[in-house]
Each structure stands twice: as C-alpha cells, then as structure tokens.
C-alpha cells in the first residue's frame, strides 16, 4: 500500500458515496487524493467540480477528480457505495440480487487495473456485499472490509449516552452481527468508563432498569426504517462511518472498530463476514477481538450467522 500518496477511490457517487466524500474533504488531512467513479461519468465530474470549489473554505489540500477503473492500480483504498437504494418497506436483504450484479462488473475491472490496497464496502447488505467482494476479488480477507455495524454501534453509544446522560465517547458498548434485522447488543460487553452497565442496572438506588436497555436497542435496530419513513434514505451518519474507517486505515491507528470481518473460527464461525469489533490498521484488520458473550448472546449471534450464510448462498 502506498501509504505516503494516500489515495481513495470512491465508486459510486450517490448520496452514501457523496456523503462521505463531503465528510473526508471537511475533516481534511486524511487523504491527499480523491477519485470518483460512477457509471454516470457527467455525475462524477459534476461532483468533483462541486467539492473542488469548497475545497478554499476548507482544512483539505487536496486533488479530486472523476476517474476511471484504471485509476484504482496506485490507490490505497477502494471503497464501494454504489448500488441501489434501500426503498421503505424492504430489508436490507432484499437489495442483495439486484446489488450483486451491480458488483459483477465493478469489481474484475478494479482488480484487472492493479489494485492491491483495501475494499472498503458501504453498499446494502453490507455483510453479504462485503462477501462478493471477498470472492469475486480473491484478495486476503483482512484487505476486504465491510462497514457492518459502525453506524449502529455510533446509534448505541448516543442513545446511552443520553440515557445516562454522559459523554458517548466514555461508552463502550457494541452492536454485533448483521447490519440488518438480526444485529444485537450485547449488553454483558457494556461499559460505562470502566464499570460494567449490568452493575449499574442492578442497583437499586437509581432509575435505570433493563427493559430500557432493550428499548434502546429496538430505536438502535429500526433507526434505519424511521429514517428511510422521513426521508427516504440514510446517508450523513453513514457517510461519516466510512470516513472514521478510511482515516483508521491510512492513519495506522490500530482503532477498535465494528466492522464487517470474516470470521476464521472466532464465536465458532468460519467463512461468514458479520459485524464484530476489530483492531484496523494501515492493512486493514489486524486482529478480531472475541468478546466474551453470555449463552443467550452467543444463541443470538449463531441466528444473524446462518442468516447471512444464507443469504450469501447462489450469489456467486
């Protein structure tokens, strides 16, 4: 990876895709180099003219341009956002055919330029794209990576943070499993500072109580379909999810990050990319860190596996 250049290709210039793009120029100093690329080449273009002009008003100096595929083989990251959108009534599941083709015919042209840095994929359903991506590139499974429950694990530590009424930042909690319907919290991992929630929820001298837990984590699980309801999609929070993740990776942070990973017999589990906590790194993930789940979680976490081994099944 060509760590100095630090150069990002981003395929597919929608809302999610542009959203980010915004995010990265705006906090600036991650990337010295932007590519857009969608199969509306004018779109591409339009939008890098749009962020070139803002770029004064900004913390970036950097280069932005529409490119194409072959622009790829020096870059550090590729990441994937296009795709079709999320309608309102529909799973994330029921994106994955019509998505899945779209992948097809981006991701043998990236490969064929030379690319040999990091997939990053944001597009729905993000485990099971995330997993295309892994077999259709053949790249090493720590090179391919999924947002996968970055944004809900953001969602969880805002709304406990409210609840609690402390710094989100000072949460350490996790959503785990798919990005869709199946995901959960679990909530014997969560800390406030260095005390465990559970301690907190036991004592009877203040208001907290579990069922509220489980409330929070229902707001966490339906944010997505509230939001498509008013608005018709989701985008900002996402799109500031993939930022995090890019700025992880060419930073060499070595973050705690949940995104979607394939699991190599961690929680009992092998081929199957899912949203679990990772360290990343300038390679992308350096380690998946297990957590110490209690039977019930561990049940829950078995289900959101063969449900995304399913839905995986006659992709490719």
């Known amino acids: ?7 990002v290709v981003l395929i597919g210039t929608g809302m999610v895709g542009m959203s980010f793009a915004y995010a990265l120029v705006n906090q600036g100093g991650i990337c010295n180099e932007l590519v857009l690329i969608d199969v509306n080449k004018q779109k ?11 770029l004064a008003f900004g913390k970036s100096n950097m280069k932005i341009y529409a490119g194409e595929y072959t622009d790829c083989h020096d ?7 296009a795709g079709v959108a999320q309608k309102e009534g529909e799973t994330r599941l029921d ?39 892994y077999e259709l590139s053949r790249f090493g499974a720590s090179r391919v990576i999924g947002t996968g429950t970055s944004l809900d694990t953001a969602r969880l530590r805002y709304l406990l ?60 699980r339906t944010a997505a379909y509230k939001i498509i309801e008013a ?13 995090r993740i890019v700025k992880t990776i060419l930073g060499d942070e070595n973050s705690v990050i949940t995104v979607s990973a394939k699991l190599c017999g961690e929680y009992g589990s092998r081929n ?30 078995k289900e959101s596996v063969e449900i995304l081994d399913k839905g995986f099944e006659g992709v490719i």
């Open 161 to 220: 943070g409210d609840y609690f009424m402390v710094d989100p930042k000072n949460i350490h909690a996790y959503v785990i499993g798919e990005h869709g319907d199946s995901e959960f919290v679990p909530v014997s991992q969560m800390m406030l500072a260095t005390k465990h929630v559970t301690e907190i929820l036991e004592d009877e001298r203040n208001g907290y109580c579990i069922e509220d837990m489980k409330k929070i984590e229902e707001q966490v």
């Open 272 to 301: 199957v990319f899912i949203g679990v906590p990772c360290i990343i790194g300038r390679n992308g993930v350096k380690e998946i860190l297990e957590l110490s789940l209690t039977e019930e979680e561990s049940k829950k976490f």
């Open 44 to 54: 591409a273009e339009g939008e890098a003219m749009d962020l070139n002009h803002g």
């Open 95 to 133: 994106l994955l055919q019509r998505n899945a083709a779209v992948f097809r015919s981006i991701i043998t042209p990236v490969v064929k330029s030379g690319f040999d840095g990091i997939f990053l994929v944001a597009t729905n359903p993000v485990d099971v794209m995330t997993r295309v991506t």
């Open 75 to 81: 870059a550090d990251i590729v990441v994937l956002a």
């Open 231 to 243: 608005k018709r999609a989701t985008y900002y929070g996402i799109g500031m999810a993939i930022t």
């Open 1 to 7: 990876m060509n760590t100095d250049k630090r150069k």
